[in-house]
């Protein structure tokens, strides 16, 4: 048999595994163990799936040789290979077996006993609201969070800019579950987003439609982040992949303008709607259970207030494909009488295209999750969607939107952590991508992250350009354009694709995120911090951004507003970009143990960061007893970082870092060298200048490095850091804060 044909690798299945504190999900391909997911290839969790169907049964080698591999040139030591790492990753002894039994020269049994699926409480009953005019304006808290000299921050927002509301809209109907419902986490999704498609389409009433609400003005909607209410609170990712995938059909139909909104407490549908110039604005509930889902939906006019449409759908799955292909051409001949004059051809091949990248449900639903762990956006995330994209791609190997998912997750990586071996993968994974399916959108985009990151800007906007044309893309190409355009130098132009993404996206914090490391990268410090007060409004879980916003404080001279966001970001996760900008602290208060305390633990949690290694190196050179410990770091972060500025060659502070690392090692030529190509990036200029300022001081140029200090005070870097650098208070002291502060 094809092990590509066999339930729990494709196929309409719903079934999943428990025992012990393992958790088998068939549709999704996952295996966790303790909560924490183990990974195993796909053959072994074929085999897997074989001995749980037949629990306590002994399957032969031969047949599960011949089901597996279809015994094609293969021996059983393949078969014993793949049973040791199953028992790896379950946690079972060959020797005192709990799960996997071995009959010697026979087959393997599985002997735990099952226990059933957990039922989480039952969330109560939501009615729907009334529509209220009230406006929830949203606060940052008191105390943020800060990022290190040598890890700067990531970043968001506009400067002049108010910062958005954010807002949301709860439940429209639900019900509770029947008394002993036994909910299960896979069925049949796609159900449920043909349903959505369906109530996007007003094909489906809740009574009638009130009589007082006129038509739409025009064809403009928002469409919030849907709600889910299934019992297993570990069922997130299929309502928010609902919204997502809604809001990406909807995208493609010519003439309809598609926004996305944030989700917080009560929505005024009003001023929602004035805030986001949008006509209509829809959203949902979602719950599964068992092989059923239900989905609540409202679509409200946003001039009124009034409801539009309103209904709750139950349905079982069947053909899902064929169904949601007929409801996307019910959702466009909906729409006609509101959208200007265009034909519905195009629409219709733009709609069967987004809602069937796979003919496989389990592989889409794995793809689901797999962008669910991307839009959280830290390393753990990245690896978690990497496997759920393998898995997808184990059931559906086709499935370019999942290899193109596997290239963006591994970008993120590199650009994170500066994880060189990471742009490798992502390359692999891109070229595949482009080889399955070169006209798919998703791979335009990826290769468009792809030469934006290794820095060829003519090929990345030409995949972005391509990107473009698929408008539920749109706002991520243009955030890649903008990032092209600011290393570039063309602030401006940046500054324009910036703001048409937020048009389309105005909710989305990954945008405010990189706008305000472009403000950030161009010495304006102000417009950064608002930016990343922006993105954790919008986010306010987001680890790296408290970082981030964290570290804009500190490069602002605010110590205390600094130390609370790191300790929100530590709070919320432990993270090494934050205790590496604690480490800073530390370090600019001559603590230099403590700083290398913090950035040992820091190199602890990534090894893949070069920076971390020479902040190592700083903290001990800085103490006498220590000094003779640093060479080894400064060695160890140079030999990192070059090979990951051979493949990013326009960062302009990471070339000032391994100037200075290059001088503490007695390479004075090639110090120089680096530090002249980070100065005529003219990007960064007040970092690259304080880095310069240390590397010409070390060097004996103490001329060159007060002119670096003046250029370092002309944008923006305060006194108190400049004099807190060891290297510049024993080479220049007491001349270093003798000059007045030039610039803001």
């Not at 729907?128 to 943020?144: L, Y």
């Not at 794995?366 to 990245?382: C, E, P, S, V, W």
């Not at 934006?452 to 243009?478: I, N, V």
């Not at 680890?543 to 110590?559: E, H, K, M, P, V």
Request: glycine fraction near 8%; hydrophobic fraction near 40%.
């Amino acid at each position: 048999m094809n092990p590509d044909g066999m339930a729990g690798q494709g196929g309409l299945t719903g079934e999943s595994y428990r025992f012990d504190d393992i958790v088998v999900d068939a549709v999704a391909h996952t295996l966790s163990r303790a909560g924490q997911e183990q990974t195993v290839e796909p053959k072994a969790f074929a085999v897997l799936l074989i001995l749980l169907r037949r629990a306590g049964e002994l399957v032969g080698r031969e047949e599960l040789l011949d089901q597996v591999w279809g015994h094609r040139h293969v021996t059983p030591g393949v078969l014993t290979r793949v049973i040791a790492q199953l028992r790896s990753a379950l946690g079972d002894d060959s020797q005192r077996p709990r799960f996997i039994q071995t009959q010697h020269a026979l087959g393997y049994r599985f002997i735990a006993q099952m226990r059933p699926a957990e039922v989480e409480p039952e969330p109560e009953a939501v009615h729907e609201p009334e529509p209220v005019a009230e406006e929830h304006a949203t606060e940052i808290p008191e105390g943020v969070a800060a990022v290190r000299q040598s890890v700067p921050p990531a970043f968001t927002v506009a400067a002049n800019e108010p910062e958005p509301v954010v807002l949301a809209v709860a439940p429209v109907e639900t019900a509770r579950p029947a008394p002993h419902a036994s909910p299960r986490r896979r069925q049949m999704w796609l159900s449920a987003m043909a349903l959505l498609l369906a109530i996007a389409a007003g094909g489906y009433w809740f009574g009638q439609r009130s009589r007082s609400a006129p038509p739409l003005a025009d064809a403009s909607i928002a469409v919030l982040p849907f709600t889910s209410l299934s019992a297993d609170r570990g069922d997130g990712y299929f309502a928010e992949g609902l919204g997502v995938e809604m809001h990406d059909a909807l995208a493609g139909v010519p003439g309809l303008k598609v926004v996305t909104a944030a989700r917080g407490g009560q929505v005024d549908v009003k001023a929602l709607g004035a805030q986001l110039g949008v006509a209509a604005l829809l959203d949902a509930s979602v719950r599964r259970e068992g092989t059923r889902v239900r989905v609540s939906a409202r679509l409200s006019d946003t001039r009124t207030g009034f409801t539009l449409w309103a209904h709750s759908y139950d349905r079982e799955s069947s053909d899902v494909f064929a169904l949601q292909s007929d409801i996307a051409n019910e959702v466009v001949q909906s729409l006609v009488g509101v959208l200007p004059g265009t034909g519905l051809a195009g629409a219709r091949e733009a709609m069967a295209r987004r809602l069937t990248p796979t003919r496989d449900i389990g592989a889409y639903d794995a793809y689901l999750k797999g962008q669910q762990q991307i839009r959280a956006g830290d390393r753990a995330a990245a690896d978690s969607a990497i496997n759920f994209f393998r898995g997808a791609l184990a059931i559906d190997p086709r499935f370019a939107r999942a290899q193109a998912g596997i290239c963006r997750a591994e970008i993120a990586r590199f650009e994170d952590a500066r994880d060189t071996p990471a742009f490798d993968r992502a390359q692999a994974a891109c070229d595949r991508a482009a080889k399955m399916d070169p006209s798919v959108r998703e791979v335009s985009l990826a290769l468009g992250d792809l030469y934006r990151t290794r820095s060829d800007a003519d090929k990345a906007f030409e995949h972005y350009t391509r990107a473009l044309e698929d408008p539920a893309l749109r706002p991520d190409a243009y955030i890649g354009l903008a990032k092209v355009a600011s290393v570039q130098g063309r602030s401006d132009v940046a500054l324009d694709y910036f703001e048409r993404a937020r048009k389309l996206a105005p909710s989305d914090p990954r945008l405010f995120r990189e706008r305000g490391f472009h403000y950030y990268a161009n010495g304006d410090l102000p417009a950064a911090i608002a930016s990343l007060r922006t993105t954790v409004t919008l986010r306010p879980d987001d680890f790296r951004s408290w970082s981030s916003l964290g570290g804009l404080y500190q490069a602002n001279g605010d110590i205390a507003q600094a130390m609370a966001a790191f300790e929100r970001s530590l709070k919320i996760k432990p993270n090494y970009p934050a205790l590496s900008n604690l480490g800073t602290i530390k370090f600019n208060a001559g603590d230099y143990a403590e700083a290398a305390d913090l950035y040992r633990h820091a190199y602890e949690l990534d090894r893949s960061d070069f920076r971390l290694l020479g902040n190592v190196g700083d903290a001990l050179s800085a103490d006498p007893a220590t000094a003779s410990q640093a060479r080894e770091y400064y060695q160890r972060a140079a030999d990192l970082a070059e090979p990951y500025l051979r493949i990013k060659p326009d960062d302009a502070q990471g070339l000032a870092e391994l100037a200075w690392y290059r001088a503490n090692l007695n390479e004075h030529a090639q110090a120089r060298s680096l530090l002249a190509k980070a100065e005529s990036l003219a990007i960064e200029r007040g970092e690259v200048a304080l880095w310069g300022a240390q590397t010409l001081a070390m060097l004996g140029d103490l001329d060159g490095a007060r002119r670096q200090i003046a250029i370092a005070r002309s944008e923006g870097i305060p006194d108190q850091r400049i004099d807190a650098l060891p290297v510049l208070k024993q080479k220049l002291a007491p001349t270093t804060s003798s000059a007045p502060a030039k610039g803001r």
